[in-house]
């Protein structure tokens, strides 16, 4: 059996928790931004992927307030144009819950879980010591879906990656990253078993099916 939903049918908390139970696992982007004041902002968000290599985009999806009201990373990043984004480990995984919690705009989530920031070198938001790997962006685009939803397409300017995660020839030593991503509701996965899968030539496919 097989369940249909339409989701015009449904209310908008249902499709949240279906999409985030079945589109899984997500990584996670621990966002470093800086309010006019001064003040650092970290904040964890899942709906975020690569988009693009040429130019290097990558995509966030930014949640308002009630009213429309602007989380601080959203007004951060639209006052500014500049945020980092900081990968999570699984060392780094109870931090990044703590920046989380919704602190007042005026108190610094970095210094509440208790985090290190060390000085990017393109952008004013700093970046997170404590990240495998971090990368510094500048806002490309936003875009506004509705009252609740924007958005955020950013380009990268500059890598700061943990000599132990990847090597001169730029490969990614996975069991050295350890990235934890996001399921649904308090769930999250950390990296289970690694396989491979290479990619045949048409010929190649080709030939196995004769």
Same mark, same amino acid.
């Given at each position: 059996?097989?369940?249909?939903? +339409? ?10 928790? *279906?999409?985030?139970?079945? *589109? %899984? #696992?997500?990584?996670?982007?621990? %966002? ?11 904040? #964890? ?11 290097? &985009? ?18 951060? *990043? ?5 945020? %980092? ?5 699984? +060392?780094?995984? =109870?931090?990044?819950? *703590?920046?989380?919690?919704?602190? $007042? $705009? ?18 004013? #938001?700093?970046? &997170? ?6 990368? =510094? ?11 609740? /939803?924007?958005? &955020? ?25 350890? #990235?934890? +991503? ?10 289970? =078993?690694?396989?491979? &899968?290479? /990619?045949?030539?048409? +010929? ?7």
């Amino acid at each position: 059996m097989t369940r249909s939903l +339409a989701v015009a049918d449904l209310a908008p908390d249902r499709v949240y928790k *279906i999409l985030c139970g079945l *589109i %899984v #696992p997500r990584p996670i982007a621990l %966002v470093t931004s800086l309010s006019e004041e001064g003040v650092v902002n970290a904040a #964890p968000f899942s709906f975020f992927n690569v988009f693009s290599e040429a130019p290097p &985009l990558i995509v966030l999806g930014l949640q308002h307030k009630p009213g429309r009201v602007l989380k601080d990373t959203t007004l951060n *990043i639209r006052e500014s144009g500049e945020f %980092v984004v900081n990968m999570v480990d699984g +060392a780094l995984a =109870e931090a990044m819950n *703590i920046t989380a919690i919704n602190f $007042p $705009p005026d108190m610094s989530e970095v210094e509440a879980a208790g985090l290190t920031l060390a000085p990017s070198l393109k952008v004013r #938001p700093p970046r &997170l010591a404590e990240s495998p790997a971090a990368m =510094e962006c500048r806002k490309t685009v936003s875009l506004s879906f509705g009252p609740h /939803r924007e958005l &955020l397409v950013g380009e990268v300017v500059q890598f700061h990656i943990a000599d132990e995660v990847m090597d001169d020839a730029f490969n990614v030593d996975v069991a050295a990253y350890q #990235p934890i +991503a996001r399921l649904f509701g308090n769930l999250y996965a950390h990296q289970g =078993e690694v396989f491979e &899968l290479t /990619r045949p030539t048409f +010929a190649e496919w080709q030939a196995q099916k004769d």
